[in-house]
Nanobody, 124 residues
């Protein structure tokens, strides 16, 4: 098992930027593929981005391509989600997830470690 703690959520206006962080502990972080998911009120949880062992292995859902960037720092046991040009549909609770394996995936059922989530709220 790996423990995950997200941070960086907050209030952000449309068009603004925010960087989420997810700190992992408990196992060898480099052995885990990581993902970011989000869930807005009344909606199902959806995959936002994922990254494999190699930082060149990334996945983005279509709605965030060109605006969000997922990255990882294995030395710091941390994965990041840089969110730029935020849109009104982006606010949600953002969750970090980890799965033992080297390849990224957007399939939430393949992740067995989840953080508690961090709230991203839009401001007018």
């Amino acid at each position: 098992q790996v423990q995950l703690v997200e941070s960086g959520g907050g209030l952000v206006p449309a068009g603004g930027s925010l960087r989420l962080s997810c700190a992992a502990s408990g196992r060898t972080f480099a052995n885990y593929a990581m993902g970011w998911f989000r869930q807005a009120p009344g909606k199902e949880r959806e995959s936002v981005a994922a990254i494999g062992w190699s930082s060149s292995d990334t996945y983005y859902t279509d709605s965030v391509k060109g605006r969000f960037t997922i990255s990882r720092d294995n030395a710091k046991n941390t994965v990041y989600l840089q969110m730029n040009m935020l849109k009104p549909e982006d606010p949600a609770v953002y969750y970090c997830a980890a799965r033992l394996g080297l390849i990224s995936t957007s399939d939430s059922s393949r992740y067995d470690n989840w953080g508690q989530g961090t709230q991203v709220t839009g401001s007018s």
